[in-house]
């Protein structure tokens, strides 16, 4: 294992402490329990939005955190749920008396924890709300989840919905508006290499040289099928056609209704991309596939698009949600109307993304 780290047990928490020597101006880390908030936190009126998740997925989600997006990020420790404790003391810095909304990826440990969290915040009076995010259409449960792995589409909803609350959305609306973008948002990877988590030293998986494993996890799980690797044409092919074909999803999402201090099920169904529409196309890094490579299969991506008569009209790509040091790619595609469209553009300002701050 070559890695840039001192001892094992210390790295997420030098980690942390190197994001706080560079950029105080926007973002202030708390150890022990970790979190990360914005510099200006709490922001009085304002729903504050938390999310989190293992670490070793840099940017996401510490790297977020700020001014149009999120108020609060829980990091774990690699690929391990943040504790129900870091996210109830992120929920308390963070809360400026309009409520907390939770974005969780759809991974179990992660949802089990911002339950507690969100049951222990609405113990001491905090409106909250828990969104989930399961967007990724490879598999429909996998070694991690009960149904589909939340991905791609989380970042985007971290960056509408932040817009949203900086606008004045209530809670209940923002949480609406959380729901509505997962619904909107289909997502595939695929990797050419494993990655190597720090606490074990060797390679989580193995592939072979003329191998690539499509529908990947971001922590490295299974996805639908193993096979020789082809061109990079083929690739996007593969993982667009996978995503634009995608049947309507049929699924039951678990929420906290703060009327009856109880959490109720909710049936949700997501409609398939369709001729027609506009989206979002987000070409992402699993952490080692260089940005000229990304926007090989962003050129092909363009292509299949087109055929399917799906208008792009925004575009985002580099290494926003990784797998360490993980060689491969993934493709989110998030339908797009005024409402979100005008949300993506409205300014941030963020560790990792910035744009009209």
């Known amino acids: 294992m070559k890695k840039l780290i001192n001892q094992v047990e210390d790295f997420v928490r030098e980690s942390l402490e190197g994001m706080a020597a560079a950029h105080p101006e926007l973002v202030r880390v708390h150890l022990d329990p970790n979190y990360v908030v914005r510099a200006d936190a709490p922001v009085v009126g304002k729903v504050a939005l938390v999310s989190g998740g293992g670490s070793g997925h840099e940017p996401m989600h510490a790297g977020f955190v700020g001014r149009g997006m999120l108020d609060a990020a829980c990091p774990g420790e690699v690929f391990t749920s943040p504790t129900p404790d870091q996210l109830l003391e992120a929920a ?4 400026g008396g309009a409520g907390v909304l939770n974005i969780v990826k759809n991974y179990s440990g992660d949802v089990m924890n911002f ?9 001491e009076g905090i409106s909250v709300a828990n969104i989930l995010i399961d967007d990724d259409v490879a598999v429909r449960d996998s070694l991690y989840t009960q149904g589909r792995r939340g991905v791609g589409t989380t970042v985007l909803a971290e960056k509408i919905c932040g817009a949203a609350a900086e606008r004045g959305y209530d809670l209940d609306r923002l949480a609406a ?4 973008t997962n619904a909107a948002g289909r ?4 990797a050419l290499t494993s ?4 606490a074990r030293g060797s390679p989580t998986f193995d592939l072979g040289a003329d191998e690539m494993e499509i529908g990947i996890g971001i922590h490295g799980e299974p996805g639908r099928q193993r096979l020789p690797l082809p061109a990079a ?27 009856a201090s109880a959490w109720q099920d909710i049936e949700l169904v997501d409609e398939p991309l369709k001729a027609g529409d506009t989206v979002l196309a987000f070409v992402n890094s699993m952490g080692g596939t260089p940005l000229a490579e990304l926007y090989v299969v962003y050129r092909k991506l363009a292509e299949v698009c087109r055929k399917h008569r799906v208008e792009i009209v925004r575009s985002w790509v580099g290494p926003y949600i990784t797998s360490l040091e993980m060689q491969g790619v993934s493709i989110t595609l998030l339908r797009l109307d005024d409402e979100l469209t ?4 409205d300014p941030v300002l963020t560790p990792a993304l910035r744009w009209g701050a």
């Open 233 to 259: 044409d083929a690739v996007s092919e593969m993982l667009a056609t996978a995503i634009l074909q995608d049947p309507a999803y049929s699924r039951v999402a678990r929420e906290w209704d703060r009327s």
């Open 177 to 180: 508006l959380c729901r509505k």
């Open 195 to 198: 990655c190597t988590v720090p």
């Open 342 to 345: 005008g949300l993506w553009d």
């Open 92 to 95: 308390r810095a963070v809360h």
């Open 187 to 190: 997502s595939m990877g695929m």
């Open 115 to 123: 339950e507690m969290a969100a049951e222990l915040a609405a113990a």
